[in-house]
């Protein structure tokens, strides 16, 4: 089985672009979660997922960033316009609610995160 | 609001030596704990987590950590370490959903 995957792994923009981030959650997990990491600084929780509705979206810096889950699969996260305190190490994560063994309810199962470069 | 302060960012030791990692939190409710570690060029693993019951959880490769009520506490050990030990560990406290993580220690691992 498949575990989270991330698009792009590294992302290099200029300020002022857009960019767009994708995560797709292992199957069947409802739960869908981004973090970042901005460089020397700690993981931060960005926003969460239940199925397609925003659950938690207070860890989101400002309106540039703009997440979506449409359908309650993949969900993707823009960044419009780009800034350079934007750079840093995006990691999604996903969970589920009920027993699938060898995973665990609730425990957050991580992407390898997404690079991104803003110059 | 919940915190966690991971006390060095870095800690260089010797193959087979005992490693400590030292993992202080804050919060005013129950939280859940736990050690994530990035091995390089890859994503966060789950090292070992504290949700309930005996306050001395252990991984598959050897590590320990014991959940302290009285200290907020919730440090990484490992009586012997090998080269392949070498990465980023992070403490974690996990909150309706939400994990608030450390800054990360970087444990490296010399022959």
């Known amino acids: 089985e498949a575990g989270v995957t991330q698009f792009p792994s590294h992302s290099v923009i200029e300020k002022g672009q857009t960019v767009t981030l994708r995560c797709d959650p292992i199957s069947g997990h409802d739960n869908l979660y981004w973090y970042r990491r901005v460089m020397g600084k700690e993981i931060k929780f960005l926003l969460h997922f239940v199925k397609e509705s925003k659950q938690d979206e207070s860890g989101m810096p400002n309106n540039r960033f703009l997440a979506e889950r449409t359908g309650g699969t993949y969900s993707t996260l823009k960044v419009q316009p780009a800034e350079l305190e934007d750079s840093g190490v995006y990691f999604c994560a996903s969970s589920q609610v009920v027993w699938q063994p060898p995973r665990a309810p609730y425990e957050q199962y991580f992407g390898p995160g997404t690079r991104l470069t803003v110059t | 609001a919940q915190s966690v302060t991971q006390l060095d960012s870095q800690v260089p030791v010797f193959e087979e030596a005992p490693v400590e990692l030292r993992c202080n939190y804050s919060?005013?409710?129950?939280?859940?704990l736990f050690w994530y570690v990035q091995y390089p060029n890859q994503g966060l693993q789950l090292l070992l987590k504290?949700?309930?019951?005996?306050?001395l959880v252990e991984s598959i490769n050897g590590f320990e950590a014991e959940f302290n009520k009285s200290q907020t506490s919730f440090h990484l050990r490992k009586p012997s370490v090998h080269i392949s030990d070498t990465a980023e560990y992070f403490c974690?406290?996990?909150?309706?959903?939400?994990?608030?993580f450390g800054q990360g220690t970087i444990l490296t691992v010399h022959p």
């Open positions: 504290y949700l309930s019951g005996s306050t």
């Open positions: 919060s005013s409710v129950s939280v859940y």
């Open positions: 974690a406290v996990r909150h309706y959903g939400k994990l608030t």
